[in-house]
C-alpha cells in the first residue's frame, strides 16, 4: 500500500457527502430561486416554521451553522420581510427570530418543494431512508 492512497479521492468519506451536498442543494435551486430564496436561507425558514420562534443561538444549533453564516442570512430575511429579529426581555444578549405573516405564508408555497426535490432522487425510499438514518446518526456524534 502507498503512503499516499489516504489521499486518494475514492478513499475519503468527506468527497462524496460533499459532492452530494452540493448537487442535492442544486436539485433546490430551480424550486427556490422563484420564491426569492437560497437553500440556507430557506432551511432557515424550515426551522422556523416548525417552531415558530427561535433564538439565533438554538437555532443555529439545529441547523448547524456559526452565527458567522446565519447573521448575515437573518438579515437578508429581515429585509425580505419574511423574519423578525428582537432582543430577548429575558436577556438582552439573546437575540429572538420570529416569522412575520409575509414568512408564515410563504410556508404555503414552499410546501411541495421537500417532495418534488425527493422525486428527483435516484434510490430507493428504503436506501433514502438509511441513509438519513446513518447521516443523522454522524451529525449526532459531531453535536454531543
Not at 79 to 90: A, H, I, P, T, Y
Not at 92 to 120: D, N, Y
Amino acid at each position: 500500500m502507498d503512503k499516499y492512497d489516504c489521499l486518494k479521492l475514492d478513499n475519503q468519506l468527506c468527497f462524496p457527502l460533499y459532492a452530494c451536498s452540493r448537487e442535492i442543494v442544486r436539485q433546490y435551486t430551480p424550486y427556490l430561486e422563484p420564491l426569492g430564496l437560497t437553500y440556507t436561507q430557506y432551511i432557515t425558514l424550515m426551522a422556523l416554521w416548525e417552531h415558530r420562534m427561535l433564538s439565533v443561538k438554538d437555532m443555529g444549533k439545529l441547523l448547524h451553522l456559526d452565527s458567522g453564516t446565519l447573521t448575515p442570512v437573518l438579515k437578508k430575511l429581515e429585509e425580505k420581510g419574511l423574519v423578525n429579529r428582537r432582543r430577548s426581555r429575558e436577556d438582552e444578549r439573546s437575540l429572538i427570530v420570529s416569522l412575520t405573516e409575509k414568512g408564515e405564508a410563504l410556508r404555503e408555497q414552499a410546501v411541495e418543494i421537500p417532495a418534488k426535490v425527493a422525486g428527483g432522487l435516484r434510490l430507493p425510499r428504503e436506501d433514502v431512508q438509511a441513509l438519513y438514518r446513518l447521516l443523522n446518526k454522524m451529525l449526532s456524534t459531531y453535536s454531543a
